[in-house]
């Protein structure tokens, strides 16, 4: 027997085999799709983590940014009071250009 004999014997072999056994075949081949989809599953919960830890980050940046443009928005509030309680209980206002006075001392 030649060897292209043997190897088209046990071809014809492996299919009647696989041809009487079809829920073993199905169940094979169930099984590695279940493996694919769980391999799939765990990369995306991995890409989904890494997303999320992202965000958190940006978030966390933007909380300070947020913190500080507060204290700005209330130092600068406090500073207009300031200037509108001088107007009114005073009679307070800026000099005008041509009313300000340079001092210089050397």
């Known amino acids: 027997?030649?060897?292209?004999?043997?190897?088209?014997?046990l071809l014809s072999f492996v299919?009647?085999?696989l041809a009487r056994h079809p829920v073993r075949v199905l169940l094979f081949l169930a099984?590695?799709?279940?493996?694919?989809?769980?391999?799939?599953?765990?990369?995306?919960?991995?890409?989904?983590?890494?997303?999320?830890?992202r965000l958190m980050?940006?978030?966390?940046q933007l909380d300070v940014e947020?913190?500080?443009?507060?204290?700005e928005q209330s130092a600068l509030a406090e500073h207009n009071r300031i200037e509108n309680l001088v107007k009114s209980q005073l009679n307070m206002r800026r000099p005008l250009p041509n009313e300000e006075v340079v001092v210089r001392i050397k």
């Open 57 to 60: 980050q940006e978030k966390d």
């Open 31 to 53: 099984v590695l799709v279940s493996a694919a989809l769980v391999i799939l599953s765990a990369h995306h919960n991995r890409q989904m983590s890494i997303a999320i830890e």
């Open 66 to 71: 947020w913190r500080h443009l507060v204290l």
């Open 1 to 9: 027997m030649s060897a292209s004999n043997t190897n088209f014997n």
């Open 15 to 17: 299919v009647a085999d």
